[in-house]
């Protein structure tokens, strides 16, 4: 918990408290407006994932700006966003614990709501959890399209959702609404050439799971999945219908690293941690960001002269945005840059340490 005064609108980035977590606005808006442009134009839906920013101002600003709703991948996350008044949220991951169970079926009464299964057992307490509570809950079988963690192999999608709809309206709650479909893994190959080469083969996995379902005569209404380091491939298959890339928003450092794909689009740093050098020895510097300190050293045959001096203001760029974000309480929303920029906003992170 932050204890400092927050910034007031107004006030000039120099005075924002360190350690602080800071939006520049002009940046973000333009990442923001880029992806929108690009899901319109490919004709596809834009489910950001809201895990990256865990904000439900930022949620609200992205499906002003096109989104349909979020993905998050806890309960306690869609929880948290629903109650600050996201009213269409996808937990893209799996729950069996019956008593998360309950809550997402009570959560489900209250807003549109979606959850990935895979497996059986986890179907059939879903569909007794929302029975009990008299919801209905769109549900999406996941299938392992080459990530190696959750889902079923392409083959067995069918079955499952055979499962599903076997417990559908209006006797059941579970609506099938599709196939989950992301390559983790994927999204941080450096070369655009590996990545292109795993969205591939994570397309022709995503395919096998269709047919799987077609040939148990089911209908596949959506495939759902993609992230920032894959979705221009995965848009380009012509089979992902939904994307659910986060990170471009506020693109993190790791993934910067990533050689750009041709011809998709760019998106440029938009999250900082402002700090502060509170130490200076003869070999270091330390910040006081991170979880208590953060350090500087001099590059290697550079001496400690290259680095800023006592109280001197440091920028960092996140290395992934998640666990960054996760260490705040509020984003300080600036306008005009980071050297004579103002305040325009200071936003709550209403779902930091939702992590069950
Ligand atoms: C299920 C799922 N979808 C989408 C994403 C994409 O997020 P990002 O674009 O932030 O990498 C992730 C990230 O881990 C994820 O787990």
């Given at each position: 918990m932050n204890t400092a005064p927050p910034p007031r609108p107004g006030d000039a980035v120099e005075s924002i408290d360190t350690p602080a977590l800071v939006i520049d606005l002009d940046r973000m808006e333009a990442n923001l407006a880029t992806m929108a442009a690009f899901a319109r134009d490919h004709g596809v839906r834009l489910r950001p994932h809201a895990k990256m920013h865990k904000s439900a101002t930022l949620a609200r600003l992205q499906m002003?700006?096109?989104?349909?709703?979020?993905c998050v991948q806890k309960t306690s996350e869609a929880e948290a966003l629903a109650?600050?008044?996201?009213?269409?949220?996808?937990?893209?991951?799996?729950?069996?614990?019956?008593?998360?169970?309950?809550?997402?079926?009570?959560?489900?009464?209250?807003?549109?709501?979606?959850?990935?299964?895979?497996?059986?057992?986890?179907?059939?307490?879903?569909?007794?959890?929302v029975a009990a509570?008299?919801?209905t809950i769109e549900v999406f079988v996941e299938v392992d399209v080459g990530h190696g963690r959750c889902g079923v192999p392409a083959a067995a999608a069918g079955q499952l959702a055979q499962h599903v709809v076997s417990h559908a309206p209006p006797e059941g709650g579970l609506v099938f609404a599709g196939l989950q479909a992301y390559h983790g893994a994927a999204q941080h190959l450096r070369g655009a050439g590996e990545r292109e080469a795993a969205a591939h083969h994570a397309a022709a996995l995503a395919r096998a799971a269709q047919a799987s379902i077609g040939a148990a005569g089911i209908a596949c209404p959506l495939v759902t999945g993609a992230g920032t380091g894959t979705f221009s491939f995965d848009?380009?298959?012509?089979?992902?219908?939904?994307?659910?890339?986060?990170?471009?928003?506020?693109?993190?450092?790791?993934?910067?690293?990533?050689?750009?794909?041709?011809?998709?689009?760019?998106?440029?740093?938009?999250?900082?941690?402002?700090?502060?050098v509170m130490s200076r020895g003869v070999s270091h510097a330390v910040i006081d960001a991170g979880d208590e300190h953060g350090l500087l050293r001099p590059r290697t045959g550079a001496g400690i002269g290259e680095l800023p001096a006592l109280d001197a203001t440091v920028w960092l760029v996140p290395g992934h945005c998640d666990p960054t974000v996760n260490?705040?309480?509020?984003?300080?929303?600036?306008?005009?840059?980071?050297?004579?920029?103002?305040?325009e906003a200071v936003w709550p992170i209403e779902a930091r340490g939702c992590v069950g």
């Open positions: 002003a700006a096109g989104a349909v709703g979020v109650a600050a008044g996201i009213a269409d949220i996808y937990i893209s991951n799996e729950v069996v614990d019956r008593a998360k169970l309950a809550r997402v079926a009570a959560l489900a009464g209250r807003i549109r709501l979606g959850l990935a299964v895979d497996s059986a057992e986890g179907v059939e307490r879903l569909a007794a959890a509570a008299g919801s848009a380009a298959s012509g089979l992902w219908g939904e994307l659910q890339a986060g990170s471009y928003l506020f693109m993190d450092r790791d993934y910067a690293d990533n050689l750009p794909a041709p011809g998709a689009p760019r998106f440029e740093h938009a999250l900082f941690v402002k700090s502060r260490l705040h309480d509020r984003y300080v929303a600036v306008r005009g840059g980071l050297v004579a920029g103002v305040v």
